[in-house]
Nanobody, 121 residues
């Protein structure tokens, strides 16, 4: 009941920047946490950044000081601003959100289809 669509991926040189966007639609009134995961070929999916509705954010140690997550609750969009990109940041980046779809019910996780980020050396 929540749809997430990522955009903004691409190819950049090391040291460059990208901004990823994730637009949520559907039952967005129930969204709480939103964030970004990434997965490189042959690697497990890992958490990159998470942000709650009140703006409190957490980051993986590998991206602290380089990436910034933000969200616009008015248009149900979460962003990931990636600066000082490194080749090891190359991965498919997935947007996620968790939402309680009815009063008293459990939270359910939702995932976008992913957007490719490639950083050349």
């Amino acid at each position: 009941q929540v749809q997430l669509v990522e955009s903004g991926g691409g190819l950049v040189q090391a040291g460059g920047s990208l901004r990823l966007s994730c637009a949520a639609s559907g039952s967005t009134f129930g969204l709480n946490g939103m964030g970004w995961y990434r997965q490189a070929p042959g690697k497990q999916r890992e958490m990159v950044a998470n942000i709650f509705r009140d703006g409190i954010a957490t980051y993986a140690d590998s991206v602290k000081g380089r990436f910034t997550i933000s969200r616009d609750n008015a248009d149900n969009t979460v962003y990931l601003i990636m600066n000082s990109l490194k080749p090891e940041d190359t991965a498919v980046y997935y947007c996620y959100g968790d939402a309680k779809l009815y009063a008293g019910g459990p939270y359910k996780d939702y995932w976008g289809r992913g957007t490719q980020v490639t950083v050349s050396s």
